[in-house]
C-alpha cells in the first residue's frame, strides 16, 4: 500500500509531466504554449456585397431600358403597319362596286288629252338691207376721226422740246390718247387713260446743288437718348449725336459728334410699344443751329421709338376687384343683420324678400366708375436714358451759308 507524501499546496513546475526528452525540444515547447490574442479581429474588413448589389441594381436598370425600347419598337412597327394596311382598305373600298337597287316597274303613261291646235305666227317683215359696203365704211370712220401730225412734224417737235418739261410731253394736237384732248373712259369724260397718266407723272432728272454742303434726305442721325421718355404726358426730350454727319459726297462734315437734338412727343398714345417723337432742332458744338423736323426711327427705320410698354393691368384689375369685395361685404351684412320684409299674397303663399343696403348699391356704382376710368387709361410706354435712337432726315438742309470755307 502506497502513501502519497505531497502536500496539497504543491504545485508541479511547468514541464514536470512531460517526459524528459520533450523538454529540450524548442518546438514542441512552443506548439504547447497558449494562443495568443488577436489583435486584429475587431478591424474592419472590405465586402463585396455593395459591389454586388450595385451590379444588381445596374442589371434592372438595363433590363428596364431594353424592355423599354423593345416595346417603342413594336408600337413603332404596329403603327408603321396600320398605316400601310390603310391605303390598301381604302383601295378594296373604291374597287367594290355599289349594289343599285332595281327600279320599281312605271306604269305606262296615259296618252295626252287632245290640244287645241296651234295658229302659226306670221314671220315678221325683214327690211331690206342698205347699200353700204365695207369701202365706204371706211372711209366714214376717217372723215369722222382727227388727222394726226405727220411722222415728220412728230420728230419736229421731238426735238425742239426743253430739257425741263418738253421732254417726253407728247405733241399738242394729236389723237387721242397721246397728245389731244383725254379721251373718255367708261362713259366718265375728262378721265385720263394709264398711259396719258404716267406721261404726265414724269418728272426730269437733275444734278444734286451744292452736294459738299447738303445734308440729303434720308440721312439717318444716331444719337443717344439724354433724358427720360415717359408717354403719360406729353413732353419734351433731347439726345446726343455719337457718330459724325458728312454731307452728301462724303467731302464736309456737317454735324460733328456730341452735336444736341431736341424734339417733342405727345403723351397718351396709341396701343403701340412705340413713341412717336419729331426732332425738330439741332445745334451743334460749333454754335451752327439746324431747324428741322424730322421723325424718330428704329435702326430698321420703322416709324417710331420702340419702348416697354405697360398697360396697366394690374392696377385695373386691383382695383376694380378691391372694390367689388366691399361692396358684396355691405350687401352680405345687409342681408343678414338687416330687417326682411314678408308678403302674403292671397294664394298664401310668403315671400321674404331680404334688406337691400343703399350703402352697397353706392360701392356698385363706385366700382363701375372705377373701372370704366381704369379701363380708359391709356397704356404707357417708357423708354430710358441711354438707349440709342435713330432720326430720319425728312428734308434736305442746306449748310451753305454757315460753313465758313463755302461762304
Not at 413603332?76 to 382598305?89: A, G, H, R, V, Y
Not at 411722222?151 to 387721242?176: C, K, N, T, Y
Not at 384732248?181 to 397718266?197: H, L, V
Not at 419734351?236 to 452728301?248: A, G, L
Request: aromatic share 4%.
Amino acid at each position: 500500500m502506497s502513501q502519497n507524501n505531497i502536500p496539497p499546496e504543491h504545485r508541479d513546475p511547468p514541464g514536470a509531466g512531460e517526459p524528459p526528452e520533450d523538454r529540450g525540444n524548442p518546438y514542441f515547447s512552443s506548439a504547447r504554449q497558449p494562443e495568443i490574442e488577436d489583435l486584429d479581429s475587431g478591424a474592419p474588413s472590405l465586402r463585396s456585397e455593395e459591389g454586388q448589389r450595385l451590379n444588381r441594381r445596374a442589371l434592372l436598370f438595363m433590363g428596364a431600358t431594353l424592355l423599354l425600347i423593345l416595346v417603342m419598337a413594336a408600337l413603332f412597327l404596329k403603327m408603321f403597319n396600320s398605316s400601310e394596311d390603310k391605303p390598301q382598305t381604302t383601295r378594296q373600298a373604291r374597287a367594290q362596286r355599289p349594289l343599285v337597287p332595281d327600279a320599281p316597274q312605271v306604269e305606262p303613261a296615259l296618252p295626252p288629252a287632245s290640244a287645241e291646235p296651234v295658229t302659226p305666227v306670221a314671220p315678221l317683215p325683214l327690211e331690206e338691207p342698205q347699200e353700204f359696203g365695207r369701202e365706204n365704211l371706211a372711209s366714214a370712220r376717217r372723215e369722222q376721226r382727227p388727222a394726226g401730225p405727220s411722222l415728220v412734224e412728230r420728230r419736229i417737235a421731238d426735238s425742239g422740246g426743253s430739257v425741263g418739261g418738253g421732254a417726253g410731253a407728247p405733241p399738242a394736237g394729236g389723237p387721242d390718247g397721246l397728245g389731244g384732248a383725254p379721251m373718255p373712259r367708261n362713259g366718265e369724260p375728262g378721265t385720263q387713260p394709264p398711259i396719258q397718266a404716267q406721261l404726265s407723272e414724269t418728272s426730269a432728272a437733275s444734278y444734286l446743288q451744292k452736294p459738299d454742303t447738303l445734308l440729303l434726305r434720308g440721312t439717318y442721325i444716331r444719337c443717344v437718348l439724354e433724358t427720360h421718355i415717359v408717354t403719360d404726358v406729353s413732353g419734351f426730350t433731347s439726345c446726343i449725336v455719337t457718330e459724325p454727319v458728312y454731307s452728301v459726297n462724303g467731302k464736309s462734315l456737317l454735324l460733328p459728334k456730341g452735336s444736341k437734338v431736341s424734339g417733342t412727343y405727345s403723351g397718351g398714345g396709341g396701343r403701340t410699344n412705340r413713341v412717336a417723337v419729331v426732332w425738330d432742332r439741332i445745334t451743334t458744338p460749333n454754335g451752327i443751329d439746324v431747324m428741322m423736323s424730322s421723325p424718330g426711327v428704329d435702326n430698321l427705320g420703322g416709324a417710331g421709338h420702340p419702348g416697354d410698354l405697360d398697360n396697366h393691368w394690374a392696377s385695373k384689375i386691383t382695383s376694380a376687384l378691391m372694390i367689388s369685395l366691399i361692396a358684396d361685404a355691405f350687401k352680405y351684412e345687409g342681408q343678414k343683420h338687416g330687417p326682411q320684409r314678408t308678403t302674403i299674397t292671397e294664394n298664401g303663399t310668403t315671400y321674404i324678400e331680404p334688406y337691400e343696403s343703399e350703402t352697397a348699391r353706392s360701392m356698385q356704382r363706385l366700382s363701375e366708375q372705377m373701372i370704366n376710368q381704369q379701363m380708359a387709361r391709356s397704356p404707357t410706354v417708357t423708354i430710358n436714358q441711354g438707349t440709342v435712337l435713330n432720326v430720319y432726315v425728312a428734308k434736305d438742309v442746306d449748310f451753305s451759308g454757315v460753313l465758313p470755307s463755302y461762304q
